[in-house]
């Protein structure tokens, strides 16, 4: 059974955050947590929490443990852009837009081959 954590609104650019995304695809739980601290990029620390808290979520409402688990699914979106403006020379403005991420993370349970 699927286990699913969802962060909206990430004030980080989605191309960011998908490098670190694909860093733990596919991985255990266990080494996806090993994996995102020891990444220097800004968008580890968001995606450390967003796991842990589907680990969170795998423990309390279903009953599984964290061995087993592996990130089945991550997802990184585009959410909506702040538009801002910066002033330039002779009274003009640059349009600056600040981007936002939204980001899906599934859990499943390893299948044991017998």
Do not use: C, W
């Not at 990029?41 to 599984?64: E, G, Q, T, V, W």
């Not at 936002?100 to 390893?110: A, M, P, Q, R």
């Amino acid at each position: 059974m699927p286990v699913t954590a969802k962060l909206h609104y990430l004030r980080i650019a989605p191309r960011k955050v998908r490098l670190v995304a694909d860093l733990i695809r596919g991985k255990s739980t266990r080494d996806a947590q090993t994996i995102l601290n020891f990444t220097t990029k800004k968008a580890a620390r968001s995606l450390l929490k967003l796991l842990n808290s589907a680990i969170a979520n795998a423990k309390n409402n279903l009953k599984l443990e964290e061995v087993n688990l592996f990130i089945s699914k991550i997802e990184v979106n585009e959410g909506p852009k702040l538009k801002r403006s910066r002033p330039r020379a002779r009274g003009q403005a640059y349009a600056i837009q600040k981007k936002t991420s939204h980001i899906n993370l599934v859990l499943e349970v390893k299948k044991h081959d017998t």
